[in-house]
């Protein structure tokens, strides 16, 4: 497990932070270590029972229980999207992610033109849907 004693900053404003439902929290929070430890995130808050945030310097991700105890569900065209560093780390987090329970909804490569951005989709495995993407050039 990558944990980061990240100290929580002042909000930045929108968009703040995403989450995504789960009925197994535990299950769910083992996957999100794996998965956003590839980008060097780890844990910033966790509510025993209820939810676990993932930040670097601030609460940017969560995976929590319903809160009106109804099962958690996937949205219709809902998804979120996580920035990577290089094309690599685009192809690493979708490994991570199917190699843990997830599946792939879109392989790594190019999405529309020359110019367009890396992509590749994944679902984590209770079908919550991800973009992973770089647009440019790698970070150096």
């Known amino acids: ?33 794996k998965l956003l430890g590839v980008f060097g995130i780890g844990r910033v808050l966790v509510q025993p029972g209820r939810a676990v945030y993932y930040g670097h310097k601030a609460l940017e991700f969560g995976v929590i229980s319903p809160f009106n105890g109804e099962p958690a569900n996937v949205g219709n065209g809902g998804m979120v999207a996580f920035e990577a560093r290089s094309r690599a780390q685009v192809q690493e987090v979708h490994a991570v992610a199917v190699a843990n329970g997830g599946s792939c909804e879109g392989a790594p490569g190019q999405r529309g033109d020359s110019d367009g951005p890396y992509c590749a989709y994944f679902r984590d495995p209770e079908g919550n849907k991800f973009l992973v993407y770089r647009k440019g050039p790698d970070e150096a």
Request: charged share 20%.
């Open 1 to 33: 497990m990558n944990t980061i004693t990240a100290q929580l900053e002042k909000p930045r404003g929108l968009p703040g932070h995403s989450t995504v439902g789960t009925n197994d929290l535990d299950a769910a929070a083992v996957f999100y270590d």
